[in-house]
């Protein structure tokens, strides 16, 4: 899954670029897309393991 990688891989590097250029309304507006499209997968679609159920919900707190 695209999403999977690109925590696995880039974020920390996104992350740091956003914080050089002091733009952290796009992390927020993004993390507020992301807790949205996980609110909705997790109506339909049970977690693939245990340990996705527990960072989803980490995310949600």
């Known amino acids: 899954m695209a999403i999977d990688r690109f925590f696995k891989i880039n974020v920390l590097s996104w ?4 914080a050089r250029k002091g ?6 507006r993004a993390s507020r897309n992301l807790k949205a499209y996980l609110d909705r997968r997790m ?6 393991n245990a340990r996705s159920k ?6 949600r707190t």
């Open 43 to 48: 109506k339909y679609l049970p977690p693939l």
């Open 23 to 28: 733009d952290l309304h796009c992390m927020i």
């Open 15 to 18: 992350i740091d670029i956003l």
């Open 54 to 59: 527990i960072s989803m919900v980490r995310l």
